[in-house]
């Protein structure tokens, strides 16, 4: 069913449907009338609320046909909303994916294919830079690293939620830090509560689905056996709390807010023997939910959408129910959603794009893209595949030399897209070489699963396909897990048969050289890692373990020469030099220091920088800057015993004995057998005239370590 449509007069500032076949422009009714009419009075601006749950696959969703009851509180959604049975996103990984979605733009053209990637180039406007312009409060809760800030994605939200606790960097992989979804809610309906009387743009990312699997309870239970599904539930129930809060609160803000509910990418479930995503390009990853529940002033009524469509067209339809005309119009490369639901003539919808570089960048493999229609997939690739979705919903049947026909009009119209928009120029560094991604961020992508590593360039021969590939990449995924797990045996042991088919793949010296690492057998590792370096002379990574292994052997000026280089031709590598302010921390403070200032600048919410500076204070005996670096990383959430413990002796040196306490008690929470918290919170007692908290401190200590008990005796 569609709506009936008017038009009528109303202020230059609201927004307009452009009419190109009449030359003129107009409104569309639901921005400006109340059901009976034309009215004149301004309408007020629809908020909007975009929501992205990670690695979504559209199958698990109530509201397309997943009759498992996961998702009960977005099948309430939809009911209000228009379903794109076929939304089909750009590129099966997170960071690329969101790129597109926010910039209107292809990763063919934008240059963010993976996490190989520069960041966001300046010359991209996104939809949040352009919502704050026309006077939206525009702010975002992001649950993953892998959408930090320092990716470019930050530009026109005034808050950008993308801090995480600093304890989680210790206690687990750095690409397993993340936040749960009802935490990011919390964060999402707080934010909300202080911005509902202006017009709003949030965008709320949450991360569950994506692995490892591990929900909580109940819902861990629950679902033991299926724990991906687990994880979508949980999110599920956590946006039930949001949606109820918007209708909820007093403000109308549920019939007034404009809603995009969809995923950036699906999850495989080892489904073409890839287990999670980003590989292939199949339907398993690439086809999301895309529902789109508009606020009620735009007329529009709830309705399905068979149409294949693409997530880039979020922004353009955005604008347009939003009524905004902004610059960024001309830099979309598809058109808004609006057509397709209000009745008006249209064009066909072109087919809609996926692409993988993964398997190039990382691999030297082949790329994959593809175009799919609500009828067919079309898979450009060494091999090439066509699929049809009603007959063949797994995409088992490849049915290319069957169909040639088909294949090559969809392949022409692949080529025709790729022409229409070339990909800019890339800057280059004072180096020469292209601007290249933080190896802290691809150390933390790697623990998710991701091997978000740049292979060297691939020769002019035939670039294998990733389907003759794939125990390859399973085999690497293996190993990278093992390591993770500390089987470091059988990691070896599957990397040396690996190495065996495939000597010049320079994953395979990096990862026994991460193997040789965590067992601290710093010359196996130095020989692997330069090993990896020979095989890929840009691969920073490798560079870099192989600094930290000959810094661990003290071969200081080696390990220093190297990061040197690395930071010359890419001086925004925080992890080189939080490195070198580790190398440097034993004999040259200052330099230390400077490093560490580094890495601040670059990663502001890095706690562990802080602390560490914060260590180098203490050692210098400047206790009021160490107490302020030191407080900081515990605010960050770092609770580890060191920094506490060192705190506590800042604020002890400035006569703060009350907060010295409390970082002495929390030194102590955090390892009840530390002695020298204990010690020091005796010293802290004594000078307090608490004598009996002193004395059973003291005893403590001793009891902990007997070296201590002449220090105490008598006392």
Not at 66 to 80: E, H, I, R, S
Not at 114 to 122: I, K, N, S, V, Y
Not at 343 to 366: C, I
């Amino acid at each position: 069913m569609r709506p009936s449509v008017q038009f009528c007069r109303a202020e230059k500032r609201l927004g307009r449907f452009a009419l190109l076949s009449l030359g003129w422009v107009s409104l569309l009714v639901g921005l400006a009338l109340a059901p009976g009419g034309c009215r004149h009075n301004k309408p007020l601006r629809p908020n909007i609320l975009i929501i992205t749950v990670d690695t979504l696959r559209a199958d698990r969703v109530g509201c397309y046909g997943y009759a498992g009851g996961l998702t009960p509180n977005v099948d309430a959604l939809a009911k209000d909303a228009i379903v794109f049975e076929r939304g089909v996103a750009q590129v099966p990984l997170t960071l690329p994916s969101h790129t597109a979605i926010f910039t209107g733009t292809y990763p063919f053209h934008n240059g963010v294919q993976d996490f190989t990637a520069q960041p966001l180039g300046e010359r991209f406007r996104t939809l949040a830079e352009s919502l704050k312009d026309h006077g939206y409060a525009t702010a975002a809760v992001v649950s993953s690293f892998v959408l930090d800030r320092s990716w470019g994605l930050a530009r026109g939200f005034e808050s950008y939620d993308d801090a995480f606790a600093g304890q989680e960097f210790l206690q687990k992989s750095l690409g397993l830090v993340e936040r749960r979804a009802e935490d990011s809610v919390n964060h999402a309906v707080s934010w909300l509560g202080a911005h509902h009387n202006q017009p709003f743009f949030l965008w709320l990312h949450l991360y569950d689905p994506h692995s490892p699997y591990n929900p909580p309870e109940p819902f861990r239970t629950q679902y033991a056996k299926h724990p991906y599904d687990g994880e979508i539930a949980y999110a599920d129930s956590q946006l039930g709390r949001l949606f109820s809060w918007l209708k909820e609160s007093p403000n109308g803000l549920y019939d007034n807010t404009l809603i995009v509910f969809l995923s950036d990418h699906g999850e495989s479930l080892g489904e073409h023997g890839e287990k999670e995503h980003g590989f292939f390009v199949y339907d398993s990853t690439v086809h999301v939910p895309l529902l789109l529940k508009p606020p009620k002033s735009a007329g529009l009524v709830a309705q399905r959408v068979a149409d294949a469509v693409e997530t880039i067209q979020v922004g353009p339809t955005v604008l347009d129910l939003a009524g905004v005309e902004d610059l960024i119009q001309k830099q979309f490369q598809a058109a808004s959603l609006v057509p397709l639901l209000n009745g008006k003539p249209h064009a066909p919808q072109r087919p809609a794009y996926s692409e993988t570089f993964y398997p190039l960048n990382s691999f030297g493999w082949s790329p994959l893209r593809s175009v799919q229609t609500a009828r067919y997939q079309y898979i450009e690739a060494p091999e090439q595949e066509l699929y049809e979705h009603a007959s063949d919903p797994t995409e088992a049947n490849n049915m290319a030399d069957q169909n040639a026909s088909i294949a090559s009009n969809l392949r022409t119209q692949l080529t025709q897209l790729l022409s229409a928009y070339p990909p800019p120029a890339i800057p280059s560094t004072a180096g020469g070489s292209a601007a290249k991604a933080n190896p802290e961020v691809l150390e933390k992508l790697r623990s998710l699963g991701y091997v978000a590593y740049r292979a060297p360039a691939a020769a002019n021969s035939q670039l294998a396909d990733p389907k003759d590939k794939l125990s390859v990449f399973q085999d690497v995924l293996r190993a990278t897990d093992l390591i993770q797990l500390g089987n470091y045996t059988a990691a070896r042991s599957l990397l040396f048969s690996l190495q065996r088919r495939e000597p010049q793949l320079y994953l395979i010296p990096f990862l026994l050289g991460e193997a040789a690492s965590h067992e601290a057998q710093w010359k196996e590792a130095e020989k692997n890692f330069g090993r990896a370096a020979a095989l890929n002379p840009g691969f920073e990574q490798a560079r870099m373990g192989l600094a930290r292994a000959l810094g661990l052997q003290g071969k200081i000026v080696q390990a220093k020469d190297l990061l040197g280089t690395l930071l010359t031709t890419n001086p925004q590598n925080s992890r080189a030099w939080f490195l070198l302010s580790q190398i440097e921390a034993p004999t040259e403070l200052k330099s230390s220091r400077e490093a560490l200032d580094k890495v601040i600048a670059i990663q502001p919410n890095f706690a562990l920088a802080y602390r560490d500076r914060g260590l180098l204070s203490v050692r210098e005996q400047t206790y009021a800057s160490g107490a302020e670096d030191l407080s900081r990383a515990v605010e960050m959430g770092l609770h580890d015993v060191l920094t506490n413990n060192s705190l506590g002796i800042c604020y002890s040196r400035m006569n703060r004995l009350d907060d010295a306490v409390e970082s002495y008690r929390r030194a102590i929470a955090a390892d009840p057998n530390y002695a020298q918290a204990h010690l020091n919170l005796g010293f802290a007692y004594e000078r307090m005239n608490q004598l009996d908290l002193k004395k059973k401190e003291y005893a403590e200590a001793c009891r902990l370590d007997r070296h201590i008990c002449p220090l105490v005796a008598g006392r």
